[in-house]
Every structure is written in C-alpha cells, then in structure tokens.
C-alpha cells in the first residue's frame, strides 16, 4: 500500500487575447476543482464581451459539480454580453 496522496489537479491556460480568447482546461473538474475553476474563469475578466473557447482536451475526469460549473461560467459570461464556446467536449 502506497502512503502517496494523490490531489485531483486543475490548470487553466489562457491565450489568444488578441484575436479568439481561449482557455485550455486541464486535469480534474470535480467538486474538489469546481469553485476554484468559476472563480479563476469568471473573475478573470477575459472575454471583455467576445466569445471564449473553453478547449476541454486536457479534462480528464469531469462530475456533476464540474458540469454545473461550466453552467454557471456559461451563465456570467452570458451575463456580460460574450458567449462561452465549448471544444472538445466529449
């Protein structure tokens, strides 16, 4: 039996300022990442009014606290006036 402790991970990479601002998720979008995931996308203030792409490539386990955090993030930008693009979403 192993003593390791294994911490679910969560990395958000933006990029594309400029031109399409994106974010890549990484990792786990789980209850132990959902808040931190909302937080750090919604207060980020990176569209600016444009749409995002949230590239979902890199998730590698998402639950229902994930899921409700891309409704809400969805949501607040939606309240903003920009759009929230999912990619990779399978």
Do not use: N, Y
């Not at 994106?22 to 979008?29: D, N, S």
């Not at 789980?30 to 749409?51: I, M, R």
């Amino acid at each position: 039996m192993s003593d390791d402790v294994v911490v679910p991970m969560l990395l958000l990479e933006f990029g594309g300022k400029d031109e399409q601002p994106t974010v890549r998720v990484r990792g786990h979008l789980t209850a132990d990442t959902a808040g931190a995931f909302t937080t750090s996308l919604v207060s980020s203030g990176f569209s600016f009014g444009h749409p995002v792409v949230l590239d979902l490539s890199g998730v590698t386990l998402i639950d229902g606290d994930g899921l409700s955090a891309l409704q809400i993030c969805e949501r607040s930008l939606a309240e903003d006036g920009a759009q929230l693009i999912f990619k990779h979403a399978c």
